[in-house]
């Protein structure tokens, strides 16, 4: 069994934001040699998200709306006890629950091996900070 | 290692439905010869999900009414901006991330280790045409 | 390719509750043996979830009031369906789709790969019955 495991940092300088990973991780699926396997793919802070949808600004705009609307943004310690803490970003933890922290695609000879339109995306929710993705390939 | 990758196909009459694919999901592990391993099923389409829930008709009706709720259909370019590229789906998109791409399972003893009422669904948020969800198996 | 497969039991007081079960799978981890694999953890059962995320019991107030917005406890087979059943956790199926069936950790040098606030938690939507989660290890 080959294994590579890489991260990837990410600054973004909105709050809400979402950038399309796909060249970065089907490099690290070609370095790694891997030609029938698993890639998995997540967020390593859990105010961000891994997903896979379409490269669409209208749909990433939806996405956005859509999420202020089922968790709203609200920095008070009133409207969400975690800010009690000091922090602001109780939303974030929850925008990030409905969009997921991970996927893992099947590699199949040697390529992400995905569907017409798939492709995948770091989703911020708490940017203007550097974070991390790990990228961990297994297979043989 | 052991893997094995199929693709199964459907085109479902309605635009939101669900439909069991424990049984055929069982026969492809079957057919992999693995023992210990993990099985991944994922939509291969943007406007899809495989989720694990019952197989209870009164819960899909309540996930179809819930899914519509936090994510309504709406073919207006106004209310979605991805229907200004000429799509209707918008909400497509968002329904499936609720529901999710993917599932990935443990294979135990040659066999889909599951509770007692894990049951693997596609779920189709767009239909009326084919649409693909790939099964990869790896392991020993 | 190594692999091990434990399940562990939970048994809740309470309707919903979330537990951190990261020690437990961490040892589940050491005990495998594997250095360079991934770890599936996931619930068993269909009315609760695996999630990745603080261990901050203000934020777990705020998911549960969330969660409960988002799709409210009612016993009546008028709002759910499923309650026709004999059942009165329809909304549980509901909770456990936002927060998701299960999570896949990269494992490193042995590890479980981290970042630094990454907790793993049993996420428990009709608790007071004892409830089973599988932990998967497969690697080298």
Redesign the interface.
């Known amino acids: ?1 080959k ?1 590579l ?1 890489e991260y990837l940092t990410f600054n973004l300088p909105a709050r809400m934001a979402f950038e399309n990973i796909t060249p970065k991780v089907e490099e690290i699926v070609k370095r790694s040699g891997v030609k ?3 890639c ?1 793919i ?5 105010t961000a998200s891994v ?4 490269d ?4 990433h ?3 956005k709306r ?1 999420l202020e609307k ?2 709203p943004f609200d920095e008070s310690p009133q409207t ?6 000091g922090e602001d970003n ?1 939303d974030a ?2 925008k ?11 590699i ?1 000879n040697g390529n992400l ?6 492709q995948i995306f770091y989703g911020e929710f708490d940017g203007r900070r550097a ?2 993705v ?1 990228v ?1 390939v ?3």
Do not use: C
């Open positions: 069994m294994s495991t029938e396997g698993l998995l997540n967020a390593m802070h859990i997903f896979i949808n379409d669409e600004p209208g749909l705009d939806d996405y859509w089922l968790a969400y006890r975690h800010n009690r803490t109780a933890h929850m990030r629950q409905v969009m997921g922290r991970e996927v893992v695609v099947a199949t091996d995905f569907g017409p339109w798939e974070k991390r790990l961990k297994i297979g043989e």
